[in-house]
């Protein structure tokens, strides 16, 4: 019997415990051992809930009992995530968690951590939700130099523009309705400004290069100016508008960006519609492929948890080796990137052709009072020449 | 350094001397020592060729030599890839294949003779090329109860499809163009008679169910009955026509079967096109995910044996258990399968809906002298008896 510990007995911690339940018989086949909840940490009382008597509300009785092999991490937040997870760690026990958040900041030193003490630190929910992308990064993908990871790494703001983009409703409006069926949060924040996938892509990006990319060094644009008028525009492009949280090597670095981007419907991203995520990477020899899945909510982030202590359970001799040292990386400067740009102004098109040079000029359904067009491919410092000769741009979306 | 001897110096086993030589330094910098290719076994001599003085054409040489710790396989056929593979693991060699013959029928005792003298089996390359899909489901999907695996696993056949689909072209002229541009063989059988796609699902059935699946038992049916009037009709339902390989759990057990499917757009492999291939999951937390990218072609199948051989050398003294058994599966009968069928018959509506009750009957532009009908859905049995009692029918299709 493996004795595990579930910190939080929320969304995901409560997941973990029920898929463990549900699927007991074949976990405990693919394992050779059974995984058995012992404590659940958590502040509150659930009276009557069958995991009751499971409840401890002091980490200390965790940390404190050897019996315990596995920590499962499902609080979110930095701290006390992070102490809970080095003291775990520091004392043998294996640490797993869907904790972003803690992983963009503190994993490079959690993956040494767990390395010297001969355990393993795994966050596969941490990126994608269900969406298996951590491991296969760390052990599929390892033959080639990775150029480019582009995700839809936001459930939120993914399932926002497929119904802007069905209902031509305004941001808005869709926000209310995201937010009534409890798919964004009273604060959505974190959301539509990019910051969740700003994360992600740090951490994906991390795992990419083997070293630490902090994600306040990531350009992040968030979905809050997208309307119902681009939508028109995408659609006589033939083109989606998502959300993208990419980074592409350049030289001896990568760029990162968090930004909507038009996409063509040939691009494995176009048809990523409501919640479901996905992450596109090209490999130099690989070339292109795609994971697609559930990048959220109670079952699909606790089966990739479970699936880190079925890995764990396998391997509970051996450290499994992840390169992402503590070494931060610098990043180059997103305006290297070089996209098509799609432009909305007020100015005539003399005067946007003497900014751009050759444009093709596009025409929705209903908007008059402005020109709109796609510039050539150019690159981001170049693009804000352009738009700062121009003046009166009233909006700018990048071209895949 | 860590020496290798590739088998076979053809497409894939030269794109494996390649990609290990375009990658070297990354390769090198995550296994942390260096992959060395000592022999390439082939028949032939390559005279001129950079790797010439490393060909040998005796297996024994190989077998013999105490410093080559992996055997990569990539001959094709299950004759002599079998033996080798067994006196290299029987040696105490790893080894690694692209081969989906050799691992259809005798993955099971591969695996087991490799646990035994605590070395690695290991192919991926063997389903979806470059795709991965065997690790993710050995080491990732590991939470779930897998209710269903459909593949788009053939390149040429997708590709043929997805021709067919765009020109409106026939089988035949399709074929043709396939294999002027090599992405069909000169006898094509393998491919659009579904055998090629048949091993791939049996494998990967194996794998999600942990017990050997023989192909043979799989009720295969190819896309040479597909013609341009079926595309029509696609079509007009606003679906795409795919060759999919799948097995869905039921009860104890799994149905298996390999046929061309009429697939909506909401569906993930809608628009897997030309010769990409895509493997959908769906498990029972988890919900649907989807693994992308290239089936075929020399890099990024030598990319997914590569990836193999660097696990490989990150696990040197170690074997990773991989759960398939020897015990044979008997999969249930595929026609317990419900689904609705598409049929076109010479028949009138009223013989129609006497075998058939109520359908939806469909028109395609340009065709007539003929019905064609969506039934409602029924299981195999049901539609047997149904099409036994209407006759006359022209084409029957499956529809997802």
Known sequence: MIQIAVLGYGTIGSGVVEVLKVNKDSITKRVGDEIFVKYILDLREFPGDPMEDKIVHDYAVIQNDPEVAIVVEAMGGVEPAYTFAKQAIESGKHFATSNKALIAEKGAELIRLAKEHNVNCMFEASVGGGIPIIRPLNSCLTADVIEEVSGILNGTTNYMMTKMSEKGSEF????????????????????????????????????????????????????????????????????????????YQTGDSYCALVAPFMLEPTHPLYNVNDVFNAVFVHGNVLGDAMFYGSGAGKLPTASAVVADIVEIAKHLDENIPVEWRKEKLELADYRQLKNKYFVRTTADKAAIEKAFGSVSYVQAEGVTGENAFVTAEMDGFAYDKAEAELGEVLQCIRVK
């Open 172 to 247: 808005e409006d869709v926000l209310k309705d995201a937010q009534q069926k409890g798919y964004a949060e009273a604060d959505p924040t974190a959301d539509i400004e990019g910051h969740d996938a700003c994360r992600k892509i740090a951490i994906l990006t991390s795992l990419v290069c083997g070293q630490q990319v902090d994600f306040q060094d990531i350009h992040t644009e968030g979905i809050t100016k997208i309307t119902a008028t681009d939508i028109k525009y995408a659609k006589a492009l033939g083109r989606s508008i998502k959300l993208l949280a990419s980074s």
